[in-house]
């Protein structure tokens, strides 16, 4: 089992900035790629930005150069810096950590955070 614990969420005036933490516990050891996730009112949940175990990241288009995440293994906690943030940034985000252990994986999530950037 892995718990996820996000912080950092808030409301903020387009153009400002925010930055999300993920904590995880548990068995962190078999805790691969970590990633935010997104969910808009009345819309599909959406990646936002993932990082490999070795710091590889990938990123929607809609946040590329805007968003960065990064991750400190040592403390097994995943951040996304959010800048230049849009009205269209409003969501829900979501901590994802993908747990592999050889022939067994699965997805843990957070509880979410809420991200609101008025028009």
């Known amino acids: 089992q892995v718990q996820l614990v996000e912080s950092g969420g808030g409301l903020v005036q387009a153009g400002g900035s925010l930055r999300l933490s993920c904590a995880a516990s548990g068995r962190t050891k078999n805790v691969d790629a970590m990633g935010w996730y997104r969910q808009g009112?009345?819309?599909?949940?959406?990646?936002?930005?993932?990082?490999?175990?070795?710091?590889?990241?990938?990123y929607a288009?809609?946040?590329k150069g805007r968003f960065?995440?990064?991750?400190?293994?040592?403390?097994?906690?995943?951040?996304?810096?959010?800048?230049?943030?849009k009205p269209e940034d409003t969501a829900v985000y979501y901590c994802n950590a993908k747990y592999r252990?050889?022939?067994?994986?699965?997805?843990?999530w957070g509880q979410g955070t809420q991200v609101t950037v008025p028009s």
């Open 101 to 108: 252990y050889q022939w067994y994986q699965n997805d843990y």
């Open 61 to 63: 288009d809609s946040v």
């Open 68 to 85: 960065t995440i990064s991750r400190d293994n040592a403390n097994n906690t995943v951040y996304l810096q959010m800048n230049s943030l």
């Open 41 to 58: 009112s009345g819309k599909q949940r959406e990646l936002v930005a993932s990082i490999s175990k070795d710091s590889n990241t990938n």
